[in-house]
């Protein structure tokens, strides 16, 4: 979030909302609405994911953003069988 927000990875930004939701088994996830300020048309954003700079931004922002460790439940998992009985 931070290198979305403060480092403007998609380009200068107006403002944000998020807000933090909870599922069902306690794990949190965010909405977030995020105000560009710029006008850039749909074709010129196709343009510019042509730049290896904009490109770079933008995987900068995704590996900020997106934390998920799956290998923490290795091993920890129940079959089929075991969950029905």
Do not use: M
Not at 10 to 23: I, N, R
Not at 34 to 56: C, G, S, V
């Amino acid at each position: 979030l931070k290198c979305l927000v403060l480092g403007g990875a998609l380009g200068p930004t107006k403002a944000y909302f998020g807000t933090v939701e909870s599922q069902g088994r306690g794990s949190l996830h965010l909405h977030l609405l995020i105000w560009l300020n710029h006008e850039y048309t749909p074709a010129q954003l196709k343009e510019n994911i042509k730049n290896q700079d904009f490109r770079d931004n933008l995987l900068k922002y995704l590996e900020d953003v997106v934390k998920e460790d799956l290998d923490l439940f290795r091993g920890n998992h129940l079959t089929l069988l075991e969950f029905v009985i």
